[in-house]
């Protein structure tokens, strides 16, 4: 089984910034795509970033575009989210998400398939 574990969320101000991790562990894991969504309360969960293991290529949601950024460390099989410039629109729990094969778009939950427990980023003004 495949563990993925948060780490990083807090209490910032708006204009602060936050880094967090996301460490995969478990059985050997060869991840095709790794990502970052959030969820707010009384909201769906909405996509972040991704990026893909093999070629580094990263994806970001329009609200985020030029103040986050994904990164990853294959050694270490841990991925992270360079948060700027937070808004208090970014307050949420922010979860990790894992895909060892091509299972659907890389904006879609669907798309993956391994999951962490989730991290809070409150973001206040």
């Known amino acids: 089984q495949v563990q993925l574990v948060e780490s990083g969320g807090g209490l910032v101000q708006a204009g602060g910034s936050l880094r967090l991790s996301c460490a995969a562990s478990g059985r050997t894991f060869n991840s095709y795509l790794m990502g970052w969504f959030r969820q707010a309360p009384g909201k769906e969960r909405e996509f972040v970033a991704a990026?893909?293991?093999?070629?580094?290529?990263?994806y970001y949601a329009d609200s985020v575009k030029g103040r986050f950024t994904i990164s990853r460390d294959n050694a270490k099989n841990t991925v992270y989210l360079q948060m700027n410039s937070l808004k208090p629109e970014d307050t949420a729990v922010y979860y990790c998400?894992?895909?060892?094969?091509?299972?659907?778009?890389?904006?879609?939950?669907?798309?993956?398939?391994?999951w962490g427990q989730g991290t809070q980023v409150t973001v206040s003004s």
């Open positions: 990026i893909k293991w093999s070629t580094g290529s990263t």
């Open positions: 998400a894992a895909a060892d094969r091509y299972r659907g778009s890389y904006y879609s939950t669907s798309g993956y398939n391994y």
